[in-house]
Structures are given as structure tokens and as C-alpha cells.
């Protein structure tokens, strides 16, 4: 009985390799790359990137710079904000109605004693500016676009009286987030709004006492920063 066995065994080892079935697929061309966060404003980059110009600007006038597009022209999607920098109320000299008013050389008229600001000037102290977002889209008979103007349906993104030590004022060196999840392809229109207040407006408390004609001649320059930061 043994021996029969072995015999069996010897004949199937010397009958050669067996053969299985078989189905091979090759995924071939792998790749991985990075995404695109890249920020387009009004379709351009730095240093070619709008700057507002408004002015001459008289006491109780409202100006509004128009929108300019701001567009997330990659393929990941990040956080939009803009932050206000490098803010400057400068003097230019006086002309004879600020003498005349009370200012005077390389002094700001501050009673309150606050600002956000560097330079001698005081428009910015007797100012209101905020950042806007067209939320107006029209109906089919004018396409269905958004518009140029500043209305009641579009969307306060931040603003207030430039100057107000009770915390209504313009947040300055701070981060303003204008969309917490600006996809790729997103567009948001946004623009400013600016007015001199006037010394007889009812809301004149923000002046301080301090008159219009102390402000002639002034200028506010500033620094928008717009970033898109990944999520």
C-alpha cells in the first residue's frame, strides 16, 4: 500500500507546471500636482490693480468709487478678505480758512484724542467710508447684470463713521472677511462709499466741535490689501 502511494506521487510531480486563469489592468499615467489659488482683481494682478481717486470732495457730498470685480481664478477654493492699511490724513499746508478756523502747523485737531490714523489732517475725522458688495441683480429686461451704482438692496460689508472712539469706527489692520468660501469661478463686486459730513449734521457729535474748514485741503490715502487664503 505504501508503495503504490509513492508511486503516485512521483507521477503527478514530473507532469509538468500547472495553469491558472488570469485578468491583468494597468492604470497607467498616475499623477498628483498642486492646486491654483490664484486672485484676479478687475481680471488683473500687481502692481496693475485699480486705485481709487475721489475728490474734490465739499462738506454734507457723497461720492461712490464704483465696483470693481474681484474673481478666484484658480481651482481650490480659499477665504477672501481685504484689510485697510497704511492709513494717512495728511495736511498739505494751510490755506487761510484753516488759520482762520483754529488749525495750525503739524497738529491735528483731535479733541477726542483718537485716531487710526497718521498725519496732521482731519477729513478722515469727519468722514463716514464703507466697503460694499453688489447684491443688486437686475431682472431679464436689462440681462439680468449686476450695476455700477450703490443702492439700498446692496450689502454693507463693513463701514461707519471713520472716526468714532465708541467702536462704530472702520476696522483698520484688520482682516475683513468679504467671503468664507470663495470657490473657484466665484465673483464678488465690491466698491467704496465716502461721505463729508457736514458741520450742521445731526449727527455732528463725531466732529468733536472740530469745523469743516479745519478739513480743506486734506487728503486720505490708504492701502486696500485684498488676499485669498486656502480653507
Known sequence: MSVLVLGIAVTLAGAGTLAYFSDTET???NTFGAGILDLKVDGEDDPNIFSWDVGPMVPNESRF???QTLRNDGNVTGELTVT???LKCLEHGLEEPENVAGDKPNFQWDPDSYSQESGYGELWDQSIFSIYEDSDVHGADDGGVYDDQKDWKDHKIVGGYADDPGGGDVPIGVKIVL?????PGETIDVGGYL???????GYGWILDGVPNNAAMGDEVKFDL??????K
Open 179 to 183: 467671503d468664507s468660501d470663495f470657490e
Open 27 to 29: 492604470s497607467a499615467g
Open 195 to 201: 461721505k463729508f459730513l457736514p458741520d450742521d449734521a
Open 225 to 230: 490689501k485684498f488676499e485669498l487664503i486656502q
Open 65 to 67: 468709487t464704483g465696483y
Open 84 to 86: 485697510i492699511e497704511n
